[in-house]
């Protein structure tokens, strides 16, 4: 069998420390994390690595899970674990976790399975459970930025399914599956970080 390249992104290694820097207060009262979409697996495992209060579940589908456990073998930490094979709009989905991160999914799904995400997301957490969502979004209709627009583009004629969604049309269906936004971080390179709660 031909062994599977390591899969890098130049995009994490960009955007792990801002990102870290909020986790580290979002999720310090939380202790199982469900990563969904872990893509490569770096951002798996720099922040296990730094948040060592917590246990980080990778998970993606299948095609990628050889490639992130090849990330995590190198790493060698305790609190991270193996990818389980995840497809939001399945039923299946892993039990006993108390936060959610994921990080440029929502523009990558079709809008189904981002409408699914979210409302099985809202189902699972427990109250107080927290929920970050990291990547590009528009804001009344609008990009953040001339770049965001070409990268829209650009998506839109890989698979016209793709696309940056609107702020607005995520938060009412985080509101519908009982998710309140806490924050909304402006990150680097037109980026946001939105850090939502599990309403009581
Ligand atoms: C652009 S990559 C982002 C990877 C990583 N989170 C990052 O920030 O570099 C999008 C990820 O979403 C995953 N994905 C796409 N559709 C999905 C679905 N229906 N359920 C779960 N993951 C999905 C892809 O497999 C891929 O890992």
């Given at each position: 069998m031909t062994p599977v390249e390591k899969p890098f992104s130049q995009a994490c290694e960009n955007n792990k420390e801002p990102i870290l820097a909020i986790l580290k207060t979002a999720f310090a009262g939380s202790t199982r994390v469900l990563e969904i979409g872990s893509g490569t697996g770096q951002h798996a495992v720099h922040f296990a690595g730094n948040?060592?209060?917590?246990?980080w579940q990778t998970s993606d589908l299948p095609e990628n899970h050889a490639g992130i456990e090849q990330w995590l073998l190198d790493a060698s930490l305790s609190n991270l674990s193996a990818p389980v094979a995840l497809d939001v709009s399945?039923?299946?989905?892993?039990?006993?976790?108390?936060?959610?991160?994921?990080a440029n999914t929502t523009h990558i799904m079709p809008w189904p399975a981002v409408v699914e995400m979210i409302a099985r997301i809202g189902s699972r957490l427990p109250a107080g459970g927290v929920f970050c969502q990291?990547?590009?979004f528009k804001y009344n209709g609008d990009y953040t930025s001339p770049s965001n627009a070409s990268f829209d583009r650009w998506l839109k004629?890989?698979?016209?399914?793709?696309?940056?969604?609107?702020?607005e049309a995520l938060r009412e269906l985080a509101d519908h599956a009982g998710l309140s936004l806490v924050e909304d971080h402006a990150m680097p390179a037109n980026n946001q970080l939105l850090h939502w709660v599990k309403r009581g």
């Open positions: 948040l060592p209060h917590l246990h399945q039923q299946a989905w892993p039990v006993g976790f108390d936060a959610v991160f994921t990291y990547g590009p004629e890989i698979d016209p399914a793709r696309g940056i969604r609107d702020f």
